[in-house]
């Protein structure tokens, strides 16, 4: 997961600041803070405000770091939870891997260096490991961003960085100031230190326990989160009670929240694969909202309800939504079907609620059977808001993106879309609508091909050739194959 989580974003991380003057190192409670010249009263303060919130977490955060050590018995709570012992192990070697991780972030509880605004606008910011500070001269504003993705290679101790501007004045961020700074700071922290949990969980889940449906991702998310709250309280309470704050969503949420859609949010291996989704750019309050729905679920539960409810799944490979549901509903009585409605569009809830799926996919293919790609491609997307696990729809959707041309991309994550539904249903077939069309021809050698089934695909791009010889994407599809060394695939 990576966290894009704003208050995380605002939580400033540098690994090195060569180049600017440091004045002086103020040494307090085991913090240690450096200014640049003239700038010794702007630390004291900084040192006051981070007597009251920061080192009361730093307990914690080296509690947890000291658990995170020797993962054993961490692994062994995620797995109890998950009610999947066998995991525990890969668990353990997985929050392995987040230990340079939490290595770097201690430095955020030790080491805090003040510099002027001036000087990062003289050398147009830092850039270091993860971090960057950008200085814009257009805007005149200092932007910075740190991605702490588990992917991240990290070497080194972060250090909290302050900015003072001319009048003296703290001016982190151009338009807040200490307090709210060192208060997103800790949410920041609170986020990194416990989502390795998070991590390693939703790893657990789609990998070692098959749950890992195209379009169950609020499950995979709100579960992690979930999990990660539960065992992170017990190293670090207030740090977990801060991660969970973090992931909820919040007043400000209010006006988008009528437009994400749960049921449509794809895995984030399909997100990435141009998969459009409703409430894009909403990532956050997906994520929160998942995170809502589980707290909901699980809330009056004994603590083995997950386990149980994870349990009724194991039988079913990457159980789809429904199955989620019902496994739910069996276990703890909650219609979670119901909650999850809550979290979709007035007109999608509706659709759902009616079963107009069918109907708008049957109402589309005419359309686009008539020639009339735009139209078909609005009711197939409406389709897809009530009904994604359709693979039919996606494919159809593929075809009008692919007839009404300049959406090749979006097509072709459609057709990506398609052998991941298929393969989570256990195989099955496609129908396709306008079975003639060489460019249902071509997507279908795309699905062939995705899926492995090469000569077949092979076959297929063939015929869109005899067809059409100047089919620029069959041909390349037909070099991708060779280079794939697949003359003699399945
Ligand atoms: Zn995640």
């Not at 992931?247 to 859609?261: E, F, H, I, K």
């Not at 069918?358 to 997307?381: F, N, Q, T, V």
């Not at 297929?460 to 050739?465: D, R, Y």
């Amino acid at each position: 997961m990576r966290y894009r989580i704003r208050s995380f974003i605002a939580c400033i991380v540098a690994f090195s600041t060569t180049g600017i003057a440091v004045a002086g190192t103020l040494q307090v409670n085991g913090l240690s803070i450096s200014y640049p010249d003239g700038l010794e009263a702007q630390a004291r303060e900084a040192a006051e405000a981070a007597s009251e919130v920061l080192l009361p977490l730093r307990a914690e955060f080296a509690a947890l770091r000291t658990a995170m050590a020797e993962p054993q018995a961490v692994a062994g709570r995620i797995a109890g939870l998950l009610g999947a012992p066998e995991q525990a192990g890969t668990i353990a070697d997985n929050l392995d891997h987040f230990s340079p991780m939490s290595q770097a972030l201690e430095g955020l509880f030790s080491d805090w260096r003040i510099f002027r605004r001036s000087e990062l606008v003289a050398t147009g910011g830092l850039r270091e490991g993860p971090v960057s500070i950008v200085y814009d001269a257009q805007s005149d504003k200092l932007t910075w961003e740190v991605s702490f993705g588990s992917d991240q290679r990290l070497t080194g101790r972060a250090f909290l960085l302050l900015i003072v501007n001319a009048e003296g004045e703290f001016c982190i961020g151009d338009d807040h100031g200490l307090e709210e700074h060192i208060a997103h700071s800790v949410e920041g922290l609170a986020g990194f230190s416990v989502a390795a949990l998070h991590e390693v969980t939703e790893c657990a889940m789609a990998v070692g326990l098959g749950l890992h449906h195209p379009y169950a991702r609020w499950f995979n998310e709100g579960v992690s989160n979930w999990v990660a709250f539960q065992v992170g309280r017990e190293y670090a309470p207030l740090l977990a009670v801060v991660f969970l704050s973090c992931c909820l969503p919040t007043d400000a949420d209010q006006p988008v929240r009528g437009s994400m859609n749960l049921f449509s949010w794809p895995q984030k291996t399909y997100a990435n694969q141009a998969i459009p989704q409703s409430g894009e750019g909403n990532e956050r309050l997906l994520y929160a909202a998942s995170t809502e729905l589980i707290q909901q679920v699980l809330r009056e539960q004994p603590p083995d309800a997950l386990a149980e409810i994870i349990g009724r799944l194991k039988s079913t490979r990457n159980p789809s939504t429904k199955a989620i549901c019902a496994a739910v509903q069996a276990t703890t009585g909650v219609d979670c079907w119901e909650l999850l409605l809550d979290y979709a569009p007035e007109d999608v809830r509706n659709g759902i609620r009616e079963g107009r799926a069918p109907a708008l996919y049957s109402e589309a293919k005419e359309k686009a059977l008539r020639g009339d790609y735009s139209g078909a491609i609005d009711l197939l997307e409406s389709a897809i808001e009530i009904g994604p696990s359709d693979p039919d729809a996606h494919l159809c959707l593929a075809w009008a993106l692919r007839k009404v041309g300049g959406r090749e991309e979006e097509a072709e994550g459609h057709v990506r879309m398609v052998v991941a539904l298929l393969r989570s249903s256990g195989g099955g077939r496609v129908a396709p609508c306008a079975a003639e069309d060489t460019e249902m021809i071509y997507l279908l050698g795309r699905i062939s091909q995705h899926a492995g089934q090469l000569s077949r695909a092979r076959e297929l791009f063939g015929a869109v050739l005899q067809r059409d010889p100047d089919h620029k994407a069959a041909r390349s599809a037909l070099a991708e194959l060779d280079d794939q060394g697949a003359a003699t695939g399945p």
